[in-house]
Nanobody
Framework: QVRLVESGGDLVPPGGSLRLSCVASGVILDYYNVGWFRQAPGEQREGVACISRSARKIYYADDVKGRFTISRDNAEKTVYLHLNRLEPRDTGIYYC???????????????????????WGQGTQVTVSS
């Protein structure tokens, strides 16, 4: 069973940057597609970015394209999410989630959603406010 631990959340002003980390343990991360999701107060959890096991497929939600970058280091069992030009609407708890699969289609618009990812971390809080 994969264990995921997120870190890096903080309070930042609009226009600021953060780097979130998701560290996996108990598994070989190479076998997993990994996604970042966020949930704002009173809102449903939404997908933000996804990186396939080989990193050949990368998906971003429309409202973070050009501002967020997802990457992975399988040797370090870590997936990163770089958040730039942050806006108040980016505020929320950010979760990483993983699914083991040879199929990299999980990181496409057709399949990237919370229901397809069975393993989750506890989340890290990002607050964008002046």
């Amino acid at each position: 069973q994969v264990r995921l631990v997120e870190s890096g959340g903080d309070l930042v002003p609009p226009g600021g940057s953060l780097r979130l980390s998701c560290v996996a343990s108990g598994v070989i991360l190479d076998y997993y597609n990994v996604g970042w999701f966020r949930q704002a107060p009173g809102e449903q959890r939404e997908g933000v970015a996804c990186i396939s096991r080989s990193a050949r497929k990368i998906y971003y939600a429309d409202d973070v394209k050009g501002r967020f970058t997802i990457s992975r280091d399988n040797a370090e069992k870590t997936v990163y999410l770089h958040l730039n030009r942050l806006e108040p609407r980016d505020t929320g708890i950010y979760y990483c989630a993983a699914v083991p699969s040879n199929d990299e289609a999980y990181c496409t618009s057709d399949y990237f959603g919370p229901d397809f990812f069975p393993s989750w971390g506890q989340g890290t809080q990002v607050t964008v406010s002046s």
